[in-house]
């Protein structure tokens, strides 16, 4: 990572281990940027919140370096870092009404009442709770609990706010809204956010750029078009959005493509994204709605698949079919309310564009 | 047919099927369940009533009892209602012939040093006049009067027949008065002379030492209980077993443990002497004394404080005190302002367990505790195994066990109730 000055959060070569034995996080380098809003994504166990814990102050770093506007923080305990932080299941404080609660990280800073109570009623007007300042935690709704901490982390005017998994406890419908509301927040507000969940949708909502963290490691860091356009490796493709994978070995490499022979010998034309060379093996990466069934027109790529399964969705129909060995190969097909003569057995031809078709490495 | 689900309208009633109420309908379904559940209680609720509801309401009852003495001389407690202790004259000779027969039976069921034991609670050397008297009676000849006096003065006295008269009826207030270091003289309720009172004192007392023991628990419990909330569960669980590990060592060897170490030439000071902190010639004294009850007491029931107080801490998640830190507090601000409020409910149900605990204590007082460290229940011990006034120890159990539910109360209203958790 280049020497990024005037980044608002600096990871240098930071590790962690709990055990002295395995790397939990390995050698990480992140620059986020003022003002961004970044989400660490990636299955429990891959880091993600130990970075997240590590920024907070409350695990240390075992080597390496954490800058805050381009001051280490090593050294600095949590109380000192200035960081709103809005915990899974909320943390707020059982025995305090929610303006308590607010008013918390005020009194420790010894604002004195008035400011209080202006700060705190702005802060609640946001999550518009302006009416439940008296209401204890446990009077209030889940989503309206994770206003109240939103608000709480947001209140005393932080420049960095750390999320760890906060819509992990709302059902599906009310996360969503909160996805948007905190989205909006962090517009209006211009605060510095680090995200952390496990929730893919959640990461591609929200984030200007996401961190696909898998086994200690950043996987990928790009926007969120990137990563499900570009994805860098399998994982990426396998992590996020749907996925067909075809295993196979490169065969030639020219002209900003390569040519991949998959099982049965058919050969296809791919993105050579991720791929040693010439004779090493490759697994082809290819979105399910990138592909088209009995297409009209020839295609980069065009094979025979039998159709194993069909399965009505409303706005797409899902077409699993057994192509080059792969019997768990998904094709969507849009509905556009023309019938289509197709059944569970029949062979059809189906084709893609080289572009939608990556050479990654080889997994499995 | 009209067999259906009646409609509610025509007299309010929701019906069943077959017509019945359907609440009734309900009751019958249920009784069956609860003929079981109780069933099943049964046993227990027997041994209860049996081994301790009835002993209780038992002790209750005799500290206000008391129809020794209308059973064993019935024709005096007649005669003596026409007496008046204020004329300032001993009774006449009727009533003292009335006397005679009850004494020569009660001589003759051997029943008169009984009455003669409950006559000295309330006036001492009643006891020994019944004895004096006791054979003698058997060959009195009228008028019993002269005969009784002959025997000893004090039948003569208006001080013993008052005493006689004042305990006739069936029941007393008595045992309570003694048992607050009053009593009842013929000018009515009176304190006992300065020198002879003791109950009150001992329940101070025995208040005084139980907050304290209750106090030092709660400062020696409570990091504990923070340590083993806070360490990982492997470590923790090694932790518990430590704070456990009393409870398998028998009060008696723990107790007698403290008298090892506690005495005069035991191992503290011992130590004390050798590192030269104490002159060989002063050794402490830090066992029979109060010193010795608070430390033993504190240890024996150190684990009832860490215990519920060690499972309230671990249901407050980490991250409370994280969210804390986060929103600018220091340690100190984190744990008082927002760990400490959380840890009250464990801390209210380890000090009313432990203080109604140390209250009722008789064993470890009564080792190490001497003179001056003894409580109230080792007087209630002392009246019911060698004084046998068993009036006297009821009244003072009564008297603990008002005195307790009503501290229970005030905790109620104060903390209230349900903010203790046990687990």
């Known amino acids: ?364 | 047919m009209s067999s259906t689900i009646s409609d509610p309208a025509s007299d309010g009633v929701v019906r069943a099927a077959d017509g019945t109420p359907l609440k009734q309908r309900l009751n019958r379904a249920l009784r069956r369940e609860k003929l079981r559940s109780f069933l099943l209680i049964l046993p227990l609720l027997a041994f209860i009533v049996l081994s301790f509801i009835m002993p209780i309401a038992d002790m209750l009852f005799r500290s206000v009892e008391n129809q020794i003495v209308e059973e064993t001389i019935p024709l005096t407690v007649v005669a003596l209602k026409e007496w008046d202790p204020a004329s300032g004259e001993a009774p006449g000779e009727e009533v003292f012939a009335a006397f005679h027969a009850d004494f020569v039976q009660a001589f003759k069921d051997k029943k008169h040093t009984r009455l003669g034991l409950r006559l000295n609670y309330d006036e001492p050397g009643m006891s020994g006049l019944f004895r004096k008297t006791g054979r003698p009676s058997t060959k009195m000849q009228p008028p019993y009067k002269e005969a009784f006096i002959k025997v000893d003065e004090d039948w003569g006295t208006v001080e013993t027949w008052a005493v006689i008269k004042q305990a006739s009826p069936a029941y007393t207030d008595g045992y309570f008065l003694n048992a607050v270091d009053a009593h009842r003289t013929a000018k009515g309720i009176e304190m006992v002379p300065e020198n002879e009172r003791i109950y009150l004192f001992l329940f101070g007392r025995t208040m005084f030492l139980s907050i304290v023991i209750t106090m030092s628990c709660l400062l020696l419990g409570y990091p504990i209980a923070f340590l083993l909330a806070s360490l990982p569960l492997r470590s923790s669980n090694m932790l518990m077993i430590l704070v456990l590990l009393p409870f398998w060592t028998s009060l008696l060897v723990r107790t007698s443990a403290w008298k090892v170490l506690l005495q005069q030439q035991g191992v503290v000071n011992d130590f004390l002497v050798w590192i030269g902190l104490v002159n060989d010639a002063d050794r402490l004294i830090m066992i029979n004394n109060q010193f010795g009850t608070i430390v033993a007491m504190t240890h024996i029931l150190l684990p009832f404080m860490i215990l519920p107080l060690f499972s309230v801490m671990k249901t407050i998640s980490p991250n409370y005190v994280r969210a804390a830190k986060s929103l600018g507090a220091n340690d100190w601000t984190a744990f008082w302002k927002v760990y400490f409020p959380q840890s009250i409910p464990g801390i209210g149900a380890g000090a009313i367990l432990v203080f109604i605990l140390s209250i009722g204590y008789y064993i470890t007082p009564e080792l190490v505790g001497g003179t001056s460290g003894i409580f109230i229940s080792n007087r209630i011990a002392y009246h019911i195994s060698t004084s046998l006034n068993w009036g006297l120890a009821a009244a003072l159990g009564t008297i603990l066990l008002a005195l307790v539910m009503l501290l229970f109360y005030v905790y109620d209203k104060i903390v209230g109730i349900d903010n203790v958790k046990l687990g």
């Not at chain 1, 959640?202 to 696909?212: G, N, P, Y």
């Not at chain 1, 969507?332 to 023309?338: D, F, I, L, Y």
Request: hydrophobic share 40%; with cysteine.
């Open chain 1, 1 to 364: 990572m280049s020497e990024n000055r005037g980044a608002a959060v600096r990871y240098d070569s930071v590790q962690k281990s709990y055990d002295g034995e395995t790397l939990v996080v390995k050698n990480l380098n992140l620059d986020i940027a003022r003002g961004e809003f970044l989400t660490m994504l990636g299955p429990s166990g891959s880091g993600k919140t130990t970075c997240l814990m590590m920024l907070a102050g409350f695990e240390p770093a075992t080597h390496g370096e954490i800058y805050l506007n381009d001051n280490p923080i090593n050294n600095v305990p949590p109380h000192k870092r200035g960081i709103g932080m809005v915990f899974q299941n909320y943390a707020l404080f059982p025995h305090m009404s929610v303006a308590e609660n607010l008013a918390f990280p005020l009194q420790v800073r010894g604002m004195d009442k008035s400011e209080q109570e202006s700060r705190i009623k702005r802060a609640l007007d946001m999550v518009e709770l302006g009416a439940f300042g008296s209401r204890r935690p446990a009077q209030l709704s889940g989503g309206q609990q994770q206003r109240v901490a939103v608000a709480r982390a947001l209140v005393f005017d932080p420049e960095l706010v750390l999320m760890d998994e906060p819509l992990g406890a709302l059902d599906k419908q009310l996360r969503e809204q909160m996805q948007y509301e905190i989205k909006h927040i962090h517009d209006n507000l211009g605060v510095t956010i680090v995200y952390v969940t496990h929730d893919q949708t959640e990461a591609l909502t929200m984030s200007d750029r996401v961190a696909v963290f898998n086994d200690g490691v950043i996987q990928q860091l790009s926007p969120p078009d990137m990563l499900y356009e570009s994805p860098q490796n399998s994982f990426v493709a396998q992590f996020i959005g749907e996925n067909n994978k075809l295993n196979g070995n490169v065969t030639e490499i020219g002209g900003g493509e390569c040519m991949v022979e998959v099982a049965g010998g058919i050969k296809l034309r791919a993105d050579p994204v991720n791929i040693a060379g010439i004779g090493s093996k490759t697994t082809l990466s290819l979105r399910p709605e990138r592909v088209e069934l009995q297409p009209e027109k020839p295609m980069d790529n065009m094979v025979d698949g039998k159709i194993e399964e069909l399965i009505y969705l409303g706005d797409h129909i899902r077409v699993r079919m057994s192509v080059a060995g792969n019997s768990e190969f998904v094709v969507k097909v849009r509905n556009r309310g023309e019938r289509r003569k197709i059944a569970a057995g029949d062979i059809v031809p189906i084709g893609w564009a080289a572009g939608d078709c990556k050479a990654l490495d080889a997994v499995g």
